[in-house]
């Protein structure tokens, strides 16, 4: 089983970059990838609701492992509930799915599985909010690509 700890520690950091962030999570907890996106979603609902006096928000979707689903739950996410992280999903399709709409929306992305950088010509995804909590909370530069933070 994988460790989810760098996950749980980047949503607990990033979340105090604002007074009230909202996080999208979108995990399989149905279909193939049920048995590690159940244990995944029993993470979210452990991690904090507040840091440093700041509320913070889950809102959790299931893809059902389906990347047409994990595309549908991201815009949904970024649009309606204008998130100000995405974090998912599960498998790689499903994760890869959510990355091109992160890469669109210009929303910062944490992803369980190893993804390349979802970067073009301009459609960088604005990490500096995270950058910045980063370099407060741990002290001197972290570039995002840093391996202390992989």
Do not use: C, H, W
């Not at 299931?62 to 509930?81: C, I, Q």
């Not at 599960?90 to 890869?96: H, K, L, Q, R, Y």
């Not at 929306?105 to 604005?126: F, H, M, N, R």
């Amino acid at each position: 089983m994988r460790s989810i700890f760098p996950l749980l520690l980047l949503v607990s950091l990033s979340a105090a970059a604002q007074a009230d962030m909202t996080v999208g999570v979108i995990l399989s907890t149905t279909g193939p990838g049920a048995s590690l996106g159940i244990p995944e979603r029993n993470t979210v609902a452990l991690l904090p609701k507040e840091i440093a006096g700041q509320a913070v928000k889950y809102v959790v979707l299931d893809d059902g492992s389906d990347s047409t689903a994990a595309a549908k739950n991201a815009r949904k996410l970024v649009s309606e509930n204008r998130v100000d992280l995405l974090i998912g999903s599960t498998t790689v399709p499903t994760s890869a799915a959510v990355a091109q709409i992160a890469k669109e929306s210009k929303t910062a992305q944490i992803a369980p599985e190893k993804l390349q950088e979802a970067s073009g010509a301009d459609g960088k995804v604005d990490n500096s909010k995270l950058q910045t909590l980063l370099e407060r909370e741990l002290g001197g530069s972290f570039p995002l690509n840093d391996p202390r933070l992989i």
